[in-house]
């Protein structure tokens, strides 16, 4: 005969007396409990209804997963009836499922004695490293409460190991035979479950990346290096000991605002009026507030000063002249979706206004330059000699005509070819009445000399004086300062979780300032992924699908090509609609109407949200359609079409298109972006002639820069692909003489 049960809590577990209508433990009223008791614990991962399904697209993500495993409970199992066990573990895991949703997790899985919780899938916050921590602390705490009684009654407690890790995920819908559950998969979820296996009882460990993420809010100890299954080396962990009340000052030394850096570029700028040019690189990490910069300087020129500024793209690092294009486009406001026929009168009129009229062969050269084919019959080391001369003559005579500030944006990225001409242009300004400001990322110092300025977050009532424009209303002090902390003074930071607080429910207008409702946590990002994420899990789906498209053609992108890979969608009231949440933005109206992104990396990481298998089609269909829109000008996309379909699953156009790119490198003297397509190409050939040709093209490279063991390896694979062709052979073998001679072998 089994001895009934003193009453129990469902909500937590605790004794209750017999005539009790609410815990004395937990406040909880018993009729609510035990109908929530009656549905046991948290269903095994988070089950969808097919109407959401379609919300729930299968994406890459940043996510924090933890593990929770309950221990202690074998040996409880010995003393309880199986029901009264049953019992008591489901008051345990509806209290871990309780902390999991009270912070906005995701229950993907019960494996056993343990839970998995996903922060950041499917709905990305700023700070789901924080809630994923902020949980664990309260499932402790729960752990201790609920383990009280249970000491009381049986003489046992249970106790909670917690393992967290933050990485890169798949998250999306898996169907089963009976229901459909979303879950995230990756090396992330098998390290967050390595790490709870090897955390005490009681503890909470988390990887590096989770303490890099929250850092500035909670207090940690790192542990000795953990040897964990399945990796070769031993990882950093760190033990969760506190929440952190004071936030981390920021690292950055004190500074006066942008003061002192506006000052000194205004002094360069003076300097270059009178005739004594100055060269300056501003340094500083993305969104730091560069560009902004220069942006200001411009605006408040003095009439009688031209300014041009030209930019450097991740995408375009291997197309020869790139920033250079973008150089002559500027000078003489050439639209990059003008035609042939226009840029030809632009550029012949430019240089006649300013009193140096071209030869047409200068003219093709430049149109070259551009893209628009490869018309001019020089050889291209003449080329580069006549290019750096024209660009000489270009930058000598717009300084002349009035004092320029040319500036060039993210130098980090620029290409090989324009780099080596930009490094003789430059050796012309000091003599001349120009002010040369670029800017780069920290790692990348150009080569040539330069005057530096290290350009550091704001802090302090400057950052608050950005707060406050970007709320456009004055913020108390409690917010300001928690924004200032929690986001470095980085301005771009700080813009954005602005504007996240401005769309949520947090704020509350007291005494004419905005500050934060009572008792609510500062949803303020940690890092700009989770801010940028979080913003874009906000999108419905067809304006998300058109900030991913563009996000795949590049930093901007036109809204003709956007229409042919999306015919569904009606792109006018989507692209309204990301440009006025400050998505994007209108570049310009004619001759294409062109839109970029207000911050590149708000489209690096639209970019990288995306699967694999997703972007690969859209590069492919971007490439479509531009060869649809433009098939009397291919010759102007032939590195854009490169790019895109060496990105896609087209092994033939990825070859052809590469092979075309790498010509025209080489035409263009640009030799190291020609060998980087040509063997781009090779991996692309499926056929042994393909195979031939690109080793081949690759042979004559090497031949001309010098490398003269790697031309003749390239010629001599060439060769052993080639079979009964007389005329190739005799070619190969005559190619691997020359290269032999001139080897002096």
């Known amino acids: 005969m089994r001895v009934p049960t003193r009453r129990r809590c469902a909500n937590c577990g605790a004794s209750l007396r017999a005539r009790d209508r609410f815990c004395g433990s937990c406040g909880t009223p018993l009729e609510s409990a035990a109908a929530r008791a009656s549905a046991s614990t948290e269903s095994a991962s988070l089950q969808v209804p097919d109407a959401a399904r379609s919300s729930l697209g299968e994406q890459r993500k940043v996510v924090t997963i933890l593990f929770a495993d309950l221990s202690g409970s074998t040996p409880l199992g010995e003393r309880l009836d199986p029901e009264d066990l049953r019992t008591i573990l489901a008051s345990y895991f509806n209290e871990l499922a309780r902390q999991i949703r009270r912070y906005e997790g995701t229950i993907d899985k019960y494996i056993g004695d343990a839970v998995m919780a996903v922060f950041g899938a499917p709905i990305s916050h700023e700070d789901d490293a924080e809630r994923a921590i902020n949980a664990a602390l309260a499932m402790q705490q729960a752990i201790v409460h609920l383990n009280d009684d249970l000491e009381r009654r049986y003489g046992v407690r249970l106790s909670l190991r917690i393992g967290i890790n933050t990485g890169e995920v798949v998250a999306g819908l898996l169907a089963g035979d009976v229901q459909t559950a979303y879950t995230v998969v990756g090396d992330a979820v098998n390290t967050a479950q390595r790490y709870e296996a090897a955390a005490p009882p009681g503890d909470v460990l988390v990887s590096a990346s989770t303490r890099r993420l929250a850092i500035h809010s909670f207090e940690f100890e790192e542990t000795a290096p953990l040897t964990l299954k399945g990796k070769s080396e031993r990882v950093v ?47 500083g990490e993305a969104g730091v507030g560069k560009s902004r910069l220069i942006g200001e300087l411009r605006a408040n020129l003095i009439s009688g000063i031209d300014g041009i500024t030209v930019r450097c793209a991740s995408f375009e690092v291997n197309t020869p002249y790139a920033l250079i294009a973008d150089f002559v486009r500027g000078a003489f406001s050439v639209h990059a979706a003008a035609d042939e026929a226009t840029a030809r009168q632009a550029i012949a009129d430019g240089f006649a206004a300013l009193g140096a009229p071209l030869e047409d062969s200068s003219i093709v050269l430049l149109l070259d330059i551009l893209g628009y084919g490869l018309h001019s019959t020089l050889a291209p080391e003449v080329r580069r000699r006549i290019l750096v001369k024209l660009l000489r003559t270009l930058l000598r005579l717009v300084s002349q005509r009035a004092p320029l500030v040319l500036s060039a944006e993210d130098l980090h990225w620029v290409d090989a070819a324009s780099l080596r001409v930009l490094s003789e242009l430059v050796a012309d300004v000091p003599t001349l009445p120009c002010l040369f400001v670029t800017t780069t990322r920290p790692g990348w110092t150009p080569p040539w000399q330069s005057e530096s300025i290290t350009v550091k977050p704001l802090e302090g009532q400057v950052a608050r004086e950005l707060i406050e424009s970007v709320f456009e209303v004055p913020v108390d002090d409690n917010l300001a300062e928690t924004i200032i902390a929690r986001t470095a003074g980085n301005p771009f930071f700080i813009e954005e979780v602005v504007r996240e607080l401005k769309a949520s429910n947090l704020l509350v207008e007291r005494t004419g300032q905005v500050g934060l409702v009572p008792g ?8 700009l992924q989770e801010v940028i994420q979080a913003r874009l899990d906000r999108l419905e789906s067809e304006p998300r699908r058109v900030l ?37 933005e209108l570049r310009t109206a004619a001759p294409e109407i062109t839109y970029g992104f207000r911050q590149v990396l708000i489209q690096e990481v639209a970019y990288e949200t995306q699967l694999l298998v997703e972007r690969r089609r859209l590069h492919a269909a971007i490439a479509v359609s531009v060869e649809a829109l433009y098939a009397e000008r291919l010759e102007e996309f032939v590195d854009f079409l490169a790019y895109h379909y060496n990105r896609s699953t087209d092994d033939k156009q990825a070859y052809r298109w590469l092979l075309r790119a790498g010509d025209r490198a080489k035409e263009l003297f640009a030799n190291q972006e020609a060998l980087r397509a040509f063997r781009d190409a090779l991996a692309r050939a499926r056929n042994a002639p393909d195979v031939r040709v690109a080793l081949e093209r690759m042979g004559d490279v090497q031949t001309v820069i010098g490398k003269y063991d790697d031309a003749l390896a390239s010629l001599r694979s060439a060769l052993a692909k080639t079979k009964a062709e007389p005329a190739v052979l005799a070619r190969l073998h005559r190619k691997i003489a020359t290269a032999l001679g001139k080897k002096g072998a």
């Open 520 to 527: 609510v946590t500062v949803p303020v990002p940690a890092t």
């Open 548 to 584: 991913n498209t563009g996000a795949v053609c590049g930093r901007t992108f036109w809204v003709r090509v956007l229409g042919r890979v999306l015919p569904d969608i009606g792109l006018q009231p989507q692209l309204s609609l990301l440009e006025h949440e400050s998505f994007i």
């Open 237 to 283: 962990a760190y033990r969760v000991l506190r929440r952190r009340y004071e936030e981390i000052a920021p690292e950055a030394a004190p500074f006066v605002g942008r003061v002192a850096e506006l000052n000194y570029l205004r002094a360069a700028v003076v300097d270059s009026v009178e005739g004594c040019g100055r060269v300056v690189n501003m340094v």
